[in-house]
Structure formats: C-alpha cells, structure tokens
C-alpha cells in the first residue's frame, strides 16, 4: 500500500510570499493519478490540481503542481489572504484500486 | 448546475444503525464513481470507499471494510453510507465526492475529486 508523506506539517508565511509544500510517495506514483486538495475551516475540501499539474477549473494560476514519481509539489507563488488553508495531496493506486490522502499541510499566517 | 447534496446532521447513540445519502444532480449520475471521505475532529481526510452507480461496482480501503456499506440507487440519483452498529469512534464529518476519470488514447487520466458535498455531522454519543 502506498503511503504518502507530506511536509512541512505547518507552513507559517506571510501574504505575498511564496509557498512550497512537498508530497512524497513511499513507492512511485503514476502522474496521472496525483491530486491535490485544499480545505478551509468549516469547508468541504477543493479540488486544485489533478495529473500533478493541471489546474482544475477555476483555480487561479498562482497555484502550480509539479513533480513525478515519488516526489511532487504544490507551489502557491504568491499567497493572497484567501490561501491560508489546509493542503492535501491524493493518489490513486491500481494495485488493489484505492485511493489515499497524505496527511496534510497547514499553511497558516505568520 | 453539478452538485451533490448530503442528508443532515445525525446524532446516534452506540450500537444504533444509520445511513447518510448524496444526491447527486446536473449531471450524468450513473457514469462518474462516488466517493466516501471521513474526517474525524480535527483531523485529516481519509478515504472511505466508492461506487459507481452505474452497475454499483464498490471499493473499500482496508481501513473501513466490513466496517460500513457503500450503496447507490441509480434511480432517484443517491448514494449512501451505512452502519449496522455505530461506535463512538465513528464520530466525524463525511463527506462524498465525485470521482472524475477520462479515458483518452488507450489510457485513463484521474480528473480528481471534483465535485463534493456539504458533508454530514456524524455525532455517537450515549
């Protein structure tokens, strides 16, 4: 099964500032199947980023993914105050078919 | 406009049964996976399992199988999750979400979880 790691565990930044959070697989995971999410207090998660690069729809370009097999990252170029949040990668494993959530990042105002 | 709608909050007591539902709507419900996640107070999101409506296909991680039941009725568009005998441990927000895959070239692409809901309290309490 694979694991996912995500580091740091809090991210304290100060708006304006650019923001870089690592997601990291304990066996390689398929591009196509890495996600991430972002969740504000008292929210349902959102969707960001699926194929480890792709913005989904109506997510602005400060947000970028990038990465492939064990290693991806999620970069917020420069953080606006709406950005302050939790951040979760996901990934799909076929092998049984699952999927898993790392652990998350906070990144919280300095 | 594509959404999907949770029933209320639900507060049980141990060993009582319970089954939440998600509507889905605006869109095509029978040919996109449903997707369970929990998230316990204060903690992160884990996935449950999921179903595809269309021929109710379910998967379940490790960590809830035999633990709850995936369900979908394709007729009135909703999915649900159930318990035979709830624990104070089953305590969280749930959440379903829709699972979006394209096929393209001989190769299926993961579009993420793209569409959720509201989420439903879950409170066991005696």
């Known amino acids: 099964e694979i694991v996912l790691t995500q580091s740091p565990g809090t991210l304290s930044l100060s708006p304006g500032e650019r923001a870089t959070l690592s997601c990291r697989a304990s066996?390689?995971?398929?591009?196509?199947?890495l996600a991430w999410y972002q969740q504000k207090p008292g929210q349902a998660p959102r969707l960001l980023i699926y194929?480890?690069?792709s913005r989904a729809t109506g997510i602005p370009d400060r947000f970028s993914g990038s990465g492939s097999g064990t290693d991806f990252t999620l970069t917020i170029s420069r953080l606006e105050p709406e950005d302050f949040a939790v951040y979760y990668c996901?990934?799909?494993?076929?092998?049984?078919?699952?999927?898993?959530f790392g652990p998350g990042t906070k990144v919280d105002i300095k | 406009e594509v959404q999907l709608v949770q029933s209320g909050a639900e507060v049980k007591k141990p060993g009582e049964s319970l089954k939440i539902s998600c509507e889905g709507s605006?869109?095509?419900?029978?040919?996109?996976?449903i997707g369970w996640v929990r998230q316990m107070p204060g903690k992160g999101l884990e996935w449950m399992g999921n179903?595809?409506?269309?021929?109710?296909?379910?998967r379940y991680s490790p960590s809830f199988q035999g633990q709850v039941t995936i369900s979908a009725d394709k007729s009135i568009s909703t999915a649900y999750l159930q318990w035979s005998s709830l624990k104070a441990s089953d305590t969280a927000m749930y959440y379903c979400?829709?699972?979006?895959?394209?096929?393209?070239?001989?190769?299926?692409?993961?579009?993420?979880?793209?569409?959720w809901g509201q989420g439903t309290t879950v409170t066991v309490s005696s």
């Open positions: 194929g480890a690069s």
């Open positions: 979400a829709r699972h979006t895959w394209n096929y393209v070239g001989g190769h299926y692409y993961y579009y993420g979880m793209d569409v």
């Open positions: 605006g869109y095509s419900f029978t040919s996109y996976w």
């Open positions: 066996q390689s995971v398929s591009s196509s199947y």
């Open positions: 179903i595809y409506p269309g021929d109710s296909d379910t």
């Open positions: 996901q990934q799909y494993g076929r092998s049984p078919p699952r999927f898993t």
